[in-house]
């Protein structure tokens, strides 16, 4: 499963950063949704906070003295856990696992384990003789009809997650934001096989394509065959997935080439390989989102466009409806009045992505993580661990300080490690975010640390900060407390601000240059950083961070999307090109303390999302930390034509994608290593010379040359482990505790259980039509009345009898944890004899994960 990066770091940089990886409830039974929330209004604050009680340790870093991840089958993640072979599970394990689980007496985490879905090809191939069916729109269309949600539900996933049709989460926030949109396209879309063999025939025939006396397409007398790479790891669930939708494909008449494969084998070619090569057709694709995310409003964007910032095919090669192209590239970049407007168009794009269909959904999962009783685990409640910011901070054995835990996963170095373009599966992001300083929920807020429950973010690294923002856009201020917040008529740009990179001269383009007669801004974020961050904060090498990392991180962004530039990448011009019309300028106004001011035109709906620290983190989104020096060494390689960061380069030049920690990389990396630390090379030389001395120049490389002779790879972070021992081939490697990290083990230790309402919805069995009718709902939290004052929403739907959405509106509190839901009579009188259903949804204000129930009853005339 791929982590679901939606945006670049530096690209979109305020919107949701995506992981690649029930049945409403029954009436009148209390339902608790586990589950990430892609919240599209503004939320109050949490009640919970860090505490400032003393501390609990006097150990830096890590609670543990070393972490050992090692690839294994979820098939025997159970067995393994049992035998003391590990002691953490940290993949997560799909819903029909879990009477195993708790018959093995384990404990596990419980939250959203992302989605699962049908990616298709949507390239008309480069060998005419072969058709396509998926390059046609239509086609795709029809396959939501073909496939039958509740049936893989209940029969692959034990009735345990959400059939899925949308690419928004479903029954969550933004989804219950949008119920009207989400309910009337899941009745439009549900399951029809007659309608999809219907639509499908009408457009094959006008593709050319015929039906043969055998039931089967052919086209210029050949049948057409599907190629269907159908994943056969991860937690057993895609292969009976992709073998039901084979069956259904074939009962309308096509052919369908069934290739199991693992996620190592598959990838090369479903992201790897150009789309128009037709070495594939469909491919069972897992995400997961990165963290608790409250905004998905980007996900139109990141799941159908070439702006997408996953860069490459089958993305880029979608031809796009032109209204879906614009509707997802404005949400992305933030570029609407008010919340209204802001639901208006998502709506629109609910609708279009559903014609669209690059991806057709199946199922929201909710998953479960097993691990030992004297294990203590902190996962975020939208993903699970291995999306948790501060899982890896928290991760220690009960009770004790040390020692050694051995954890599996479902597999480790899936692609190339780098943080440009290399890998984003969520087994490897994991262990990339331990070597990390945390990150906020979206991308570019590495310094901040992301909240596992309600998907906000707390200082981490920096050591205050402000927003600006203009009066009217809808932000929520101040959720937590921490940050300054003001509004303001007019945010006008410095003419100073870097805006872009002249990739000729190697320098940043001021607001002045690009812009003479000046620009403003939507928003302004300044951060500024301690006075001791450059004495407390090292690299694991030994190398105090500087300000020419963060310099670095934003001048690579830009360079590679120039074509003047010694390291251009077509692929890295997307996002790039998606970036720039909605960012204003960034500029450092102090470099002691380290002091950042940041100018956008787009932004998120809680103010604090609007943070933007610009840690030298990934440039593109990914997981992990750079050094100015890693850059430096890497470019050289690039620049020289013996290796590329991404993938989409490295095949079209036919040479190897930059891996940082194995492979036939190392030894070029190396080279270019002795390279620089003999020249004393500076990268972008005109304007990095201006943030380096001579002695932190040779320091730098001395350093880096140390590490590689010291652990054999080049992956080095400022965060509380890093990584000691790298084994690609046995897929394995060790993580160590960092004793110079700045903070104490136990600073995130305080979250550790999330309020989750559950919520019990009871009324008459029978109600007439045409008269008043009233249900009481009950929240609680560990069998306790839910306070009113944490919860901020209790929204209700109505349902008739053939799903129809009849009414919606808000239960109105009549005691704590108490609220009562009433139909008047205008809208009972709506319903028609028969069945009909009430549904309510608790969005609580500690947690980001409404809670739904539901009570069906009979509408008497």
Same mark, same amino acid.
């Given at each position: 499963?791929?982590?679901?990066?939606?945006?670049?770091?530096?690209?979109?940089?305020?919107?949701?950063?995506?992981?690649?990886?029930?049945?409403?409830?029954?009436?009148?039974?209390?339902?608790?949704?586990?589950?990430?929330? =892609?919240?599209?209004?503004?939320?109050?604050?949490?009640?919970?906070?860090?505490?400032?009680?003393?501390?609990?340790?006097?150990?830096?870093?890590?609670?543990?003295?070393?972490?050992?991840?090692?690839?294994?089958?979820?098939?025997?993640?159970?067995?393994?856990?049992?035998?003391?072979?590990?002691?953490?599970?940290?993949?997560?394990?799909?819903?029909?696992?879990?009477?195993?689980?708790?018959?093995?007496?384990?404990?596990?985490?419980?939250?959203?384990?992302?989605?699962?879905?049908?990616?298709?090809?949507?390239?008309?191939?480069?060998?005419?003789?072969?058709?396509?069916?998926?390059?046609?729109?239509?086609?795709?269309?029809?396959?939501?009809?073909?496939?039958?949600?509740?049936?893989?539900?209940?029969?692959?996933?034990?009735?345990?997650?959400?059939?899925?049709?949308?690419?928004?989460?479903?029954?969550?926030?933004?989804?219950?934001?949008?119920?009207?949109?989400? %309910?009337?396209?899941?009745?439009?879309?549900?399951?029809?096989?007659?309608?999809?063999?219907?639509?499908?025939?009408?457009?094959?025939?006008?593709?050319?394509?015929?039906?043969?006396?055998?039931?089967?397409?052919?086209?210029?007398?050949?049948?057409?065959?599907?190629?269907?790479?159908?994943?056969?790891?991860?937690?057993?669930?895609?292969?009976?997935?992709?073998?039901?939708v084979s069956n259904q494909l074939e009962a309308i008449g096509f052919?369908?080439?069934?290739?199991?494969?693992?996620?190592?084998?598959?990838?090369?070619?479903?992201?790897?390989?150009?789309?128009?090569?037709?070495?594939?057709?469909?491919?069972?694709?897992?995400?997961?989102?990165?963290?608790?995310?409250?905004?998905?409003?980007?996900?139109?964007?990141?799941?159908?466009?070439?702006?997408?910032?996953?860069?490459?095919?089958?993305?880029?090669?979608?031809?796009?409806?032109?209204?879906?192209?614009?509707?997802?590239?404005?949400?992305?970049?933030?570029?609407?009045?008010?919340?209204?407007?802001?639901?208006?168009?998502?709506?629109?794009?609910?609708?279009?992505?559903?014609?669209?269909?690059?991806?057709?959904?199946?199922?929201?999962?909710?998953?479960?993580?097993?691990?030992?009783?004297?294990?203590?685990?902190?996962?975020?409640?939208?993903?699970?661990?291995?999306?948790?910011?501060?899982?890896?901070?928290?991760?220690?054995?009960?009770?004790?300080?040390?020692?050694?835990?051995?954890?599996?996963?479902?597999?480790?170095?899936?692609?190339?490690?780098?943080?440009?373009? =290399?890998?984003?599966?969520?087994?490897?992001?994991?262990?990339?975010?331990?070597?990390?300083?945390?990150?906020?929920?979206?991308?570019?807020?590495?310094?901040?640390?992301?909240?596992?429950?309600?998907?906000?973010?707390?200082?981490?690294?920096?050591?205050?900060?402000?927003?600006?923002?203009?009066?009217?856009?809808?932000?929520?201020?101040?959720?937590?407390?921490?940050?300054?917040?003001?509004?303001?008529?007019?945010?006008?740009?410095?003419?100073?601000?870097?805006?872009?990179?002249?990739?000729?001269?190697?320098?940043?383009?001021?607001?002045?240059?690009?812009?003479?007669?000046?620009?403003?801004?939507?928003?302004?974020?300044?951060?500024?950083?301690?006075?001791?961050?450059?004495?407390?904060?090292?690299?694991?090498?030994?190398?105090?961070? &500087?300000?020419?990392?963060?310099?670095?991180?934003?001048?690579?962004?830009?360079?590679?999307?120039?074509?003047?530039?010694?390291?251009?990448?077509?692929?890295?011009?997307?996002?790039?090109?998606?970036?720039?019309?909605?960012?204003?300028?960034? %500029?450092?106004?102090?470099?002691?303390?380290?002091?950042?001011?940041?100018?956008?035109?787009?932004?998120?709906?809680?103010?604090?999302?609007?943070?933007?620290?610009?840690?030298?983190? &990934?440039?593109?989104?990914?997981?992990?930390?750079?050094?100015?020096?890693?850059?430096?060494?890497?470019?050289?390689?690039?620049?020289?034509?013996?290796?590329?960061?991404?993938?989409?380069?490295?095949?079209?030049?036919?040479?190897?994608?930059m891996s940082w920690v194995g492979g036939p990389s190392l030894e070029?990396?190396?080279?270019?290593?002795?390279?620089?630390?003999?020249?004393?090379?500076?990268?972008?030389?005109?304007?990095?010379?201006?943030?380096?001395?001579?002695?932190?120049?040779?320091?730098?490389?001395?350093?880096?040359?140390?590490?590689?002779?010291?652990? =054999?790879?080049?992956?080095?972070?400022?965060?509380?482990?890093?990584?000691?021992?790298?084994?690609?081939?046995?897929?394995?490697?060790?993580?160590?505790?960092?004793? /110079?990290?700045?903070?104490?083990?136990? %600073?995130?230790?305080?979250?550790?259980?999330?309020? %989750?309402?559950?919520?019990?919805?009871?009324?008459?069995?029978?109600?007439?039509?045409?008269?008043?009718?009233?249900?009481?709902?009950?929240?609680?939290?560990?069998d306790e009345p839910y306070a009113n004052a944490d919860i901020k929403?209790?929204?209700?739907?109505?349902?008739?009898?053939?799903?129809?959405?009849?009414?919606?509106?808000?239960?109105?509190?009549?005691?704590?944890?108490?609220?009562?839901?009433?139909? /008047?009579?205008?809208?009972?009188?709506?319903?028609?004899?028969?069945?009909?259903?009430?549904?309510?949804?608790?969005?609580?204000?500690?947690?980001?994960?409404?809670?739904?129930?539901?009570?069906?009853?009979?509408?008497?005339?």
């Amino acid at each position: 499963m791929k982590v679901k990066t939606t945006f670049n770091v530096l690209s979109l940089l305020v919107i949701l950063g995506l992981l690649l990886a029930a049945c409403a409830p029954a009436a009148e039974t209390p339902v608790e949704e586990p589950a990430a929330t =892609g919240e599209a209004e503004p939320t109050e604050a949490p009640t919970a906070e860090p505490t400032e009680e003393a501390p609990m340790t006097e150990r830096r870093g890590g609670w543990l003295d070393e972490i050992v991840f090692s690839a294994i089958s979820s098939d025997t993640a159970v067995s393994q856990l049992q035998a003391g072979a590990i002691d953490f599970y940290s993949f997560n394990l799909s819903s029909n696992s879990l009477q195993q689980i708790k018959d093995a007496g384990l404990n596990y985490t419980q939250s959203y384990g992302g989605n699962y879905g049908i990616s298709l090809n949507p390239a008309v191939f480069d060998d005419t003789a072969r058709l396509n069916p998926f390059s046609n729109r239509k086609i795709r269309e029809a396959l939501n009809w073909l496939i039958d949600r509740d049936y893989v539900n209940q029969e692959i996933y034990g009735g345990g997650s959400l059939p899925k049709l949308l690419p928004i989460t479903t029954q969550l926030v933004e989804y219950t934001n949008l119920i009207e949109t989400a %309910r009337a396209l899941e009745t439009k879309y549900a399951y029809d096989l007659d309608r999809a063999r219907e639509q499908v025939a009408a457009e094959m025939e006008a593709m050319g394509a015929t039906l043969g006396a055998d039931g089967k397409w052919q086209f210029n007398g050949e049948p057409i065959t599907l190629i269907f790479l159908i994943r056969s790891d991860g937690d057993g669930t895609r292969q009976p997935m992709g073998d039901y939708v084979s069956n259904q494909l074939e009962a309308i008449g096509f052919t369908v080439d069934r290739q199991y494969k693992t996620s190592s084998e598959a990838f090369p070619i479903w992201l790897g390989s150009v789309a128009s090569e037709g070495q594939w057709h469909m491919y069972t694709a897992g995400y997961l989102p990165a963290g608790l995310t409250r905004d998905e409003r980007a996900n139109i964007q990141q799941y159908y466009l070439p702006s997408s910032v996953q860069a490459s095919d089958p993305f880029i090669s979608n031809v796009a409806d032109p209204e879906l192209q614009q509707l997802g590239d404005d949400l992305a970049q933030g570029n609407f009045a008010d919340k209204q407007e802001r639901d208006e168009m998502l709506a629109r794009a609910l609708e279009l992505a559903i014609e669209d269909s690059l991806f057709v959904w199946v199922v929201d999962q909710l998953v479960y993580a097993p691990y030992n009783t004297n294990v203590s685990v902190t996962y975020d409640l939208g993903a699970g661990y291995e999306a948790a910011f501060m899982g890896n901070y928290n991760l220690r054995f009960l009770g004790e300080e040390g020692g050694t835990m051995n954890v599996g996963t479902n597999d480790l170095f899936t692609q190339p490690w780098n943080t440009i373009a =290399g890998s984003n599966w969520v087994w490897d992001s994991n262990i990339m975010r331990a070597t990390s300083q945390g990150a906020g929920p979206v991308g570019g807020t590495q310094g901040l640390m992301g909240d596992p429950y309600t998907g906000l973010a707390w200082p981490h690294r920096i050591e205050s900060a402000s927003l600006e923002y203009l009066n009217g856009l809808p932000i929520t201020d101040n959720n937590l407390g921490w940050l300054d917040v003001q509004t303001v008529d007019e945010i006008p740009v410095p003419a100073d601000a870097w805006v872009d990179w002249d990739a000729t001269s190697q320098t940043f383009i001021t607001a002045g240059e690009k812009f003479p007669d000046g620009t403003t801004a939507k928003t302004k974020s300044v951060v500024v950083y301690p006075a001791d961050l450059y004495d407390t904060v090292k690299w694991h090498d030994g190398s105090p961070i &500087s300000a020419a990392d963060f310099v670095m991180a934003f001048a690579i962004f830009l360079d590679r999307a120039k074509p003047e530039s010694a390291v251009y990448d077509e692929s890295g011009a997307l996002s790039v090109d998606a970036f720039l019309p909605s960012f204003k300028g960034w %500029r450092i106004t102090s470099t002691q303390p380290l002091t950042i001011e940041y100018y956008s035109d787009t932004f998120a709906a809680d103010a604090e999302l609007n943070v933007l620290p610009l840690w030298p983190g &990934s440039p593109a989104g990914l997981a992990g930390e750079n050094s100015w020096q890693i850059f430096a060494v890497s470019n050289l390689a690039e620049a020289a034509g013996e290796l590329a960061y991404s993938s989409n380069k490295a095949d079209e030049l036919k040479i190897e994608q930059m891996s940082w920690v194995g492979g036939p990389s190392l030894e070029v990396l190396k080279k270019y290593l002795d390279q620089a630390q003999a020249e004393g090379h500076i990268p972008y030389e005109a304007t990095l010379s201006q943030f380096l001395t001579p002695e932190e120049i040779a320091l730098r490389y001395e350093n880096m040359a140390k590490w590689y002779e010291e652990h =054999g790879h080049f992956w080095v972070g400022t965060g509380p482990y890093y990584l000691d021992q790298v084994f690609t081939t046995e897929k394995s490697l060790v993580l160590k505790n960092f004793t /110079d990290y700045p903070d104490l083990a136990d %600073r995130w230790a305080s979250f550790s259980d999330p309020k %989750r309402a559950t919520v019990v919805l009871d009324g008459p069995g029978q109600i007439t039509s045409g008269q008043e009718a009233a249900f009481d709902v009950i929240v609680n939290f560990n069998d306790e009345p839910y306070a009113n004052a944490d919860i901020k929403q209790v929204k209700y739907i109505l349902y008739g009898s053939t799903g129809d959405v009849i009414a919606v509106g808000d239960a109105q509190a009549v005691g704590e944890g108490q609220y009562q839901v009433t139909l /008047d009579a205008d809208s009972t009188s709506k319903l028609e004899t028969g069945s009909a259903k009430l549904e309510v949804a608790v969005v609580p204000i500690p947690v980001a994960i409404p809670a739904f129930s539901s009570i069906e009853f009979v509408v008497v005339k």
